[in-house]
């Protein structure tokens, strides 16, 4: 049973508009959360990430927000970009090196 | 910057075969992991290993084994291959400290089992 999940399999915004993409969880262990973006035919790379125990982390365009108590996380991209279109990946671990990851939501940026 | 090299972008084998995947690393992470990543299901971990000659299960060890006989190189073995072991098979790379260091993957190997 998947304990990180993600519900949206696509996401298709206009450029220049804020993405929104969510993400839950189960597994109330999980302490550390990363967002990973994939293009196809390459690896993913990582993107940002939060721990526990901060509720907002922000990376230039990119910031994720946490809620432990919804176990919800989400990744908010403002303004979005044309070559933001690509595959996130969230993911979770706990006091391993282990990740658990979601299904992946593609993200399509419209000209 | 890390680089994470997986020997082959694509292979094609038959059932049965015994299939090897190759992996090396440059940055001298401790920390090495195999995953495979399935449409719907994204991805999921089949083995780590956090030192040399050491290993642990992931969540779908079953059908495959690996080794590390040396720092930079993983290898994932398919001992006998199964059209159901079709899939996009992930190595990534982390040093070993604090959970808070992300993983490093390389591009992949799109693995077809006919």
């Known amino acids: 049973d998947q304990q990180v999940k993600q519900n949206s399999p696509s996401l298709s915004v206009q450029e220049g508009r804020i993405s929104i993409l969510n993400c839950d969880y189960t597994?109330?262990?999980?302490?550390?959360f990363l967002w990973y973006k994939k293009y196809p035919a390459e690896g993913p790379t990582f993107l940002i990430s939060?721990?526990?125990?901060?509720d907002k982390n922000e990376d230039g365009r990119f910031t994720v927000f946490l809620n432990k108590s919804a176990k919800h996380l989400s990744l908010h991209i403002v303004p979005s970009q044309p070559g933001d279109s690509a595959v996130y990946f969230c993911?979770?671990?706990?006091?391993?090196?282990?990740?658990?990851f979601g299904a992946g939501t593609t993200v399509t940026v419209r000209a | 910057d890390v680089k994470v090299t997986q020997s082959s972008r694509y292979l094609v084998k038959r059932t049965g075969e015994k299939v090897f995947l190759e992996c090396v690393q440059d940055?001298?992470?401790?920390?090495m992991f195999w995953y495979r990543q399935d449409p719907g299901l994204g991805l999921r971990l089949i083995y780590f290993?956090?030192?040399?000659?050491?290993?642990e299960k992931g969540d779908i060890p079953e059908g495959y084994s690996v080794s590390r006989e040396k720092k930079e190189r993983f290898s994932l073995i398919l001992e006998s291959a199964s059209t159901n072991q079709t899939s996009m098979y992930l190595c990534?790379?982390?040093?070993?400290?604090?959970?808070?260091?992300?993983?490093?993957f390389g591009d992949g190997t799109r693995l077809s089992i006919l």
């Open positions: 990534a790379s982390s040093p070993l400290g604090t959970v808070d260091q992300p993983q490093h």
């Open positions: 290993s956090y030192d040399v000659k050491m290993k």
């Open positions: 940055m001298d992470h401790e920390n």
């Open positions: 597994n109330s262990m999980f302490d550390y």
């Open positions: 993911a979770a671990s706990g006091n391993d090196y282990k990740l658990s």
């Open positions: 939060i721990s526990s125990i901060k």
